[in-house]
């Protein structure tokens, strides 16, 4: 019986300390790509295991520029948050300030990839970040579920949507 009707958690991918590793999820599948050959996907996780955990560990750790660097500067643009809400680029860019000035001292950050996939120019995330970090000075320790959406623009990969929210119980 596949793991994920027996109960026993699957497999996951994680990112963690600029490392992936880890096995799909039985239940989602692999991840396919929708080009001829593996370099999209291949490309677009390399991505997401340097560029992009570089970006959310250094704004848990107070610095959002490396973040902001990463989204798009072409409409439209959102994020639907765990916090707060921000739809084009100057709701974009007070949040990720807000953010950088209430998050410090990261001493645990992991991406944990539940599903991937990249199609032509598009591509999307389904995560749980996992993150140990002060947050308004007060250390604390959560879970997040995060869906990204991103765009390949002038060749480089670009994050033009999140949603994100608390995993509880």
Known sequence: MPSHLS???PGL???SAGRLSGNWPLALGRPQDHTD???DRDDFLEWVDTKLYAAELALHNG???????LWSRREPVSV??????A???????????SLGKQFSNCTSYRLEVLACDVVGDMAYTAALEHTSASVDGEPRSYVLRATQVY???DGAWKVAHRHGDTVTG
């Open 37 to 39: 050959g593996m370099g």
């Open 80 to 85: 639907l948050g765990a916090w707060r809400n």
């Open 7 to 9: 109960g026993e958690p």
């Open 63 to 69: 610095d959002a520029g490396p973040r902001r660097a």
């Open 151 to 153: 765009r390949r623009e």
């Open 87 to 97: 739809f084009g680029q100057q709701d974009l860019d007070e949040l990720f300030t």
């Open 13 to 15: 991918y994680t990112v």
